[in-house]
Each structure stands twice: as C-alpha cells, then as structure tokens.
C-alpha cells in the first residue's frame, strides 16, 4: 500500500501544481490584455524561472510586444546557452535584434543558421516554418531556395513558396514559381489561374505572364500547358481572336477532337465574343468528322451564337429568315430527337417573337414535347415557352394548363416558380387583377431574386392603380400593351400607351408608362433614348415604384451598352444610397465594387 500512497502524494502535487500555474498563466493574460503590463510580465517570470521550456515563447513573446527587448535578448540567450544551436532561439534572437534596429546583426545570426543548415527536407520545411511564425517571410523564401540547393531539387518545396510569394504579392516570384510548377503538375492549372487572377492588378501583370509564356513556349514548344495559359491570359485580357487562334493552333498541332476549342468557344459566347465563337464551331465542324462528339453540338452552337448575334444587334428580316433557314436545315439534316430538341426549342422561339410565325412555331414545340427521353428540365422550358405562344395565340386556357402542369411537375424549384409567374402575368394580360395579385404576393418570397423582384413590381403595379380606379380600366389598357411588348410588337406596344391618357387623363399610370417605353426602346437597341425616358422616371418620380429599377437599369446601360463605367458606378452608388431597401441592392454593390476596381477576398 505504501508505493501506492507515495504516488498518489506525488499525482497530487503535481497537479495541483499544474492547476496553479494555469491559473496564473490565465491571470497572466488578463493583465496583458487589460494593460497592466507589469504585471503581466511578473507573473510570466515567475512561470518562465519554474519551467523554461514551456513558458518560453509566452514570456517572450510578452516582452516583444511591450518593447522589453533587452528582456527578451536576455532571455533568449540564456535559452540558447542551455540549449546550444536551437534554430528557435536563435530565429527569436534574430527577431529580437532586428527589433532594436540592429538588422546586421540578425542577419548574420541567420545566414549562419542557413550556412549549417543540414541537407534534410524536414529540418528544412521546420526551419522555414519557424521563420515564418515569426512574422519573417522573406527568411523563408531563403530557406527554401537554399533547400533546393542544398537537396539538388528544383522542384522542392513548391507548394509552400507558391503560398508565400502570394502572401508577399510577389507577382513576379510567383509567375515564374507556377510557371516552372505546372508542367509537371498539370492537374493545378486552374488553382494557378484562380490564384494569379486575384493578384494581378492590371494589363502590366498579364502582358508579365505572357511574355514569360512566349518564352517558354519558344524554349519548349512541346509542352502544352504553356499554350493553355496562355489562351487563358488572352481571356482575361479580353483578346478573344488571339486567345482562339491560341487554342486553334494547340488543336492543329496535336491533331486532336476540339473538344478544348469548344469549350472556349461556349466561354466566348458568354462574353460576347460571337465572331470569335463562330470560327471556332466552324473550325470543328470543318474538320469533317462527323464521328466526333462535338461536331454535332457544334454545329447547333454555331447557329444559336449566330442566332445571339443577330438578336443581341441591330438586324434586317433577311437576317432573321436567313438563321431560320440555318436552323430549319440542321433539323432536316440531322433529324428531330431528343438532341435536336434544344435546336428546335430556339426556332420556335425565333419564328414566335422575331417572326411572329406562332403557327409554326406552336406546331414546332408541340412536337418537341412529344419527343420520348427529353431532359426534364429542357422539357419543361419547352412547355413554358409553348404555353407563352399559346397565350400570344389567344389560347389562354391551353397555357394555363401547361403553366400548372409545370408548376405541379417542379415543386419548390425556380423553373416551379417560373411556372407559377407566368400564370400570374396570363391572369393580369387578360384583366383578371385579383387573382393575379394573389399568385403574385406568393411569389414575393421566390428564391430567385428576378422572379421575386417581378412579383414584387407587378403586384405593387396591380395594387396602386386598383387603388386609384377601381374598375381598372386605364390597367386593362396597359396589360395590353405589356402583352404586345412581350410579344415583340414595339409599334402597336407604343400606340396603346400613348391611347391611355387620350382615354383616361389624369391616370396613375404616368411612372409605368414611361417604363414600358423604356422597356420598348430597349428591346429596339435604342439605348440612347431609352437613357432619356429613365431619366425622367429617376428624377421625376424618385419615390415611384419603379425609381430603383430605373436607376439600376440606367447604371446597367452605361456599364454595358454606353461603355461609360464612370456614369455607371454614381448610379449604382445611388442605389446603395438612396434605395436601401431595393431588391437589386446586392447586384448594385456587386457591380459599384468591381467598377471601383475592388478586389474579391481570396486576394
């Protein structure tokens, strides 16, 4: 019983001890924290004088932060004696030193440490670690280019100088760091693309990394990662011919299926780059292979960005009927099925709204919707696009049915909601207001912010002028007219407008007016008037409904149409500052910082 007693007594002290010391070690911090820098520093003495080793850095690292260096040197060396080359304190030592203002002298404490450095990767990495820990970045970098050295690898220790040249914003360091890093690690492509974009500041970076490209890819001309960069740096510059001659040469040279060229292609139709989308789906579909997986969805890409560049312009019918005929021939060339049902869902579109050929392009959609194995959510779009040219038919019961179908087939998702929408906008085109507002209010919590932001405004729309007439007459006569906008009819839109005030003057209905001319003049590319009309409903009617629309859809023409990024931003400021509350207050944020040249947080 008696060793059993003795360990016990032993145990006891021990932690009781150690439940002292943290106690005191907690004190301790509090008196830091609070200012009381005394006594903070007495209690860690006391600590450090009972255990070195473990109240070392703490005590320290006190001293350093209330200018005790000759303290902390005191005690570092004193460390150093007991424990004779320790990198840890002769690293805090050097810190200590260059605290003081003595940067010789830490220098020469660390150029020994490197000068003795063993050949060991571990030692290595722990070294550099501990330099980095204290807040001594560029002392890292030297250890581990002096690694490599020391280990006759080039190669070593990438991942860590890659985090550290970025953690300096050493753009130059770091260019050349991935550059010599990604031939032989591919995969990490785009981690590299990601982490150059958000430290590159302007065009001098990325003309940077191309000129160290055009070196490379001069010096190694087999190895494609160089190309794929390069594509990628034309891209961000926004030179979208060079970045797909880039891809198209790379292509040509290793004889491939295009699949990278098509890729690219879909990214320059996001940006707008049509002619440059257009040869490279040509550049696919000449290649004659019509075994290959692309040369099918090239070819119908290739119409569709005809079909954008044509609508997204200024165009003449013969444009319009000549894309027709491109569509109409892909169809008989390669037949109507499930993979042509895309194809067919874009005809029909450009024959109902461009055209107004709703006859044809009901038959169209009618017989798409029959297709077996059709994607789900390509079948419903189809559906809904069908049920909008029934309504411009005049068939508001057959798109009432193909609406609610679809609402009831996608519950709780945005295409449901969609659905439920275009139900509310068929209820209030026909002049059923209260049924249409209550479908409205429900879609005023929709998860997709234009579809909640269109609920919102139609239901307010409804409400004000219900409000003021209550027989709604003067609304009736502008539901037809938003009917005929959404039908692409701007001349008979705008006829109808303008028959309101003749038949009801002194209408509530001045505000809305203005915001179907306005919607009118832009789907006209009339971007210029259409400034004008917004205009009016900005500074003439600042507490209407549609005020924040105006604003923001004025900031959104001067940034995109107009190129005027600096009249753009003041009207995205005012959305900030005046209208707090707007739905497109996230987007006006978005858009105000990127134009003030923010940088996202990962930079």
């Known amino acids: 019983m008696k060793p059993l007693y003795v360990l016990a007594l032993i145990l006891f002290f021990c932690s009781t001890r150690l439940f002292a010391q943290n106690n005191d070690l907690l004190l301790a911090r509090q008196y830091a924290a609070n200012g009381e820098q005394q006594k903070a520093l007495d209690i860690y003495q006391k ?46 030592l050097g810190s200590v030193y260059t605290q003081q203002g003595n940067t010789a002298k830490a220098e020469s404490l660390y150029n020994d440490l ?5 050949a060991d990767q571990n030692a290595i990495a722990g070294i550099a670690s501990q330099f980095y820990q204290n807040a001594n970045a560029d002392y890292a970098i030297k250890i581990f280019l002096q ?27 770091l260019t050349e760091e991935y550059l010599n890093f990604l031939p032989t690690n591919p995969v990490f492509i785009s981690q590299a693309e990601s982490t150059l974009s958000s430290i590159y ?55 491939d299926d295009g699949t990278s060229v098509f890729e690219l292609c879909n990214t320059l139709v996001t940006n707008g780059a049509y002619d440059a989308a257009i040869r490279g789906y040509e550049y696919i579909i000449n290649k004659g292979d019509k075994e290959n997986q692309n040369y099918i969805s090239a070819k119908i890409e290739l119409i569709n960005t005809k079909n954008l560049k044509i609508t997204s312009g200024q165009y003449v019918q013969a444009d319009l009927l000549g ?75 057959d798109a009432t049915l193909l609406y609610s179908q679809v609402e009831k087939d996608n ?34 919590a929709a998860t997709t912010q ?34 005929l906008i959404f039908a692409e009819q701007p001349a008979k839109a705008m006829l109808t407008l303008d028959s309101i005030d003749k038949k009801y003057p002194g209408n509530a209905l001045v505000a809305d007016i203005l915001m ?77 910082r990127l134009l003030r040249g923010d940088k996202n947080d990962a930079s």
């Open 47 to 92: 600590l450090f004088k009972q255990d070195n080793e473990t109240y070392y850095q703490q005590y320290f690292s006190t001293l350093v932060s209330f200018k005790k260096y000759d303290d902390a040197e005191s005690i570092t060396k004193k460390m150093l004696r007991k424990y004779p080359g320790n990198n840890e304190y002769i690293i805090a």
């Open 114 to 118: 490197i000068k003795n450095m063993p």
């Open 147 to 173: 690694g490599r050295k020391l280990l006759h690898n080039d190669a070593a220790f990438a991942f860590e100088l890659i985090t550290l040249y970025r953690y300096k914003r050493d753009k130059a360091a």
């Open 201 to 255: 500041e302007g065009p001098e970076d990325y003309d940077m990394l191309k000129t160290a490209l055009l070196k490379r890819i001069q010096k190694d001309p087999q190895q494609i990662i160089y190309p794929n960069l390069l594509t990628w740096q034309y891209l961000q510059q926004k030179e979208f011919d060079m970045a797909l001659n880039q891809a198209l040469a790379l292509s040509r040279r290793q004889n």
């Open 323 to 397: 894309l027709e005929k491109d569509y109409n021939d892909l169809l008989d060339q390669i037949g109507r099925n499930r993979g042509t049902v895309f194809a067919m869902q874009k005809l029909a579109n450009l024959q109902a709204f461009k055209l107004h050929k709703l006859k044809e392009a009901q038959t169209l959609l009618e017989s798409a919707i029959a297709i077996q194995g059709v994607r789900p959510a390509l079948l419903a779009a189809c559906k809904l696009d069908l049920g909008d040219i029934y309504l411009l038919n005049n068939q508001p019961w």
């Open 411 to 444: 519950p709780n998702t945005t295409i449901g909601q969609d659905a439920l929408l275009r139900n509310a906008k068929l209820a209030y085109y026909t002049g059923d207001f209260n049924w249409a507002r209550r479908q409205l209010d429900i879609l005023k």
């Open 450 to 483: 234009l579809i909640a932001n269109d609920a919102l405004n139609l239901s307010l729309l409804i409400s004000d002028n219900l409000s003021a007439d209550s027989s709604g007459k003067a609304l009736k006569i502008y539901s037809r007219a938003d009917l």
């Open 516 to 592: 179907a001319k306005a919607r009118i003049l832009i789907q006209q590319k009339a971007f210029t008037d259409a400034v004008v009309v917004l205009k009016k409903i900005a500074e003439n009617h600042a507490d209407d409904l549609w005020a924040d629309d105006a604003v923001f859809m004025l900031g959104d023409i001067y940034e995109t149409k107009l190129n005027d990024a600096a009249i753009a931003k003041t009207y995205y400021q005012k959305i900030i500052t005046d209208y707090p509350g707007s739905l497109w207050i996230n987007d006006a944020r978005k858009r105000f």
